[in-house]
């Protein structure tokens, strides 16, 4: 009897070791960090209370980049959310060769970040292929700098990040939409319902589980949002396509300042869990009005 009631407790064990030893040992470590004067010369890091935290809540450049990350999330988390329901539901359709268009969807996902953000610079460029498009069709006259102006930098990498991380969202909804009972559309279908309607009434409803996951899952992508960055702009120009995360990679490896850089990892850590509850509390709140 004893055997069995340990047994659970030997299978998670692994997973336990693994999650304390690269998860929550780092975690508790940036918290204390983020209270002392660390760099990564020094020997030991001296305790300074709360110093890193007023200096980065004086800084200005702090609350720059959180803001931009802050319309990052707000540009960014809104188009996965709701452009991948449409692209589900287009690729859940039973037709010939449908398969190869669920993995050209894909493919940007398996691809890595490097490659897509070298691609997407190239095509950025002045005489790139976006620039070159826009002027055979007569919207722009002259070259718009995508990745060189302060005013569309930040967007123009929005744009990456939303293309690579549709087909990832669309294998979640496909995978919920393909859980939904084909006779409630069948129904629909006889009592004369548009499918816009069943969109709307059915499919939208029954999709607000995988909704949910989606909208967290993105949120958190969007608060950490760092490769895109390194390599189309590395934060500039003037540090107007600077993110939270890649303001505390320059001050942990460029200034060496490791208890700065913890502080402001803190502070993303807090912002990031506040949008996971407020998240999940607006989507369970939905889905039981929904359900009453």
């Not at 204390?32 to 030991?44: A, E, G, K, R």
């Not at 548009?194 to 709307?200: A, F, L, T």
Request: glycine fraction near 6%; proline fraction near 4%.
């Amino acid at each position: 009897m004893k055997q069995r009631k340990f047994t659970p407790m030997m299978f998670l064990l692994p997973g336990c070791i693994i999650l304390g030893a690269f998860i929550f040992y780092p975690m508790i470590q940036a918290i204390w960090l983020s209270f002392t004067d660390y760099n990564m010369i020094q020997q030991n890091p001296d305790f300074i209370g709360v110093a890193n935290y007023k200096e980065l809540f004086a800084d200005e450049l702090f609350w720059k980049v959180l803001g931009q990350t802050l319309l990052y999330l707000i540009i960014v988390v809104p188009a996965l959310v709701f452009l991948p329901i449409f692209l589900a539901i287009l690729v859940n359709q039973q037709l010939k060769g449908i398969t190869f268009f669920r993995s050209i969807y894909y493919l940007p996902v398996v691809t890595s970040m490097v490659v897509v953000g070298i691609a997407w610079k190239w095509m950025y460029a002045d005489q790139g292929v976006l620039n070159f498009i826009l002027q055979s069709l007569g919207i722009i006259d002259d070259p718009v700098h995508w990745l060189t102006s302060t005013s569309t930098s930040l967007f123009a990498i929005m744009a990456v990040t939303i293309w690579k991380g549709l087909g990832y969202y669309m294998v979640i909804y496909l995978a919920g939409l393909q859980a939904i009972p084909p006779n409630l559309y069948e129904a629909a279908d006889i009592d004369g319902a548009s499918k816009w309607r069943q969109i709307i009434h059915i499919t939208i409803p029954l999709l607000m589980p995988s909704i949910m996951i989606v909208t967290i899952m993105s949120s958190i992508s969007a608060m950490k949002v760092f490769e895109e960055i390194y390599v189309m702009t590395q934060g500039g120009p003037l540090n107007s396509s600077m993110t939270l995360v890649y303001y505390i990679y320059n001050q942990a490896f460029d200034s060496l300042e490791m208890g700065y850089a913890s502080a402001a990892g803190v502070i993303l850590f807090i912002v990031t869990l506040m949008f996971s509850i407020v998240n999940i509390a607006f989507m369970n709140k939905r889905e039981q009005a929904m359900k009453g």
